[in-house]
């Protein structure tokens, strides 16, 4: 097996709402990798959309 891939580059594709209050909780970036990986900004719910971005985002995490 290869080396694996280091994350360096992340991008917003998705974001985590909440069903009762409508508000925003978290993201869905995919990285250089490919791989996916949830940002949450509020406590871990099951309860939740994954909405995608109305505009191709354009702020990246990482390097």
Do not use: C
């Amino acid at each position: 097996m290869g080396k694996k891939s280091e994350r360096r580059e992340g991008v917003a594709i998705q974001r985590i709402v909440d069903r009762l209050t409508g508000k925003t909780v978290g993201w869905v970036y995919r990285w250089n990798t490919d791989e996916i990986t949830h940002l949450w900004l509020a406590r871990k719910t099951k309860d939740v959309d994954f909405l995608p971005l109305k505009k191709k985002p354009t702020d990246k995490i990482g390097q």
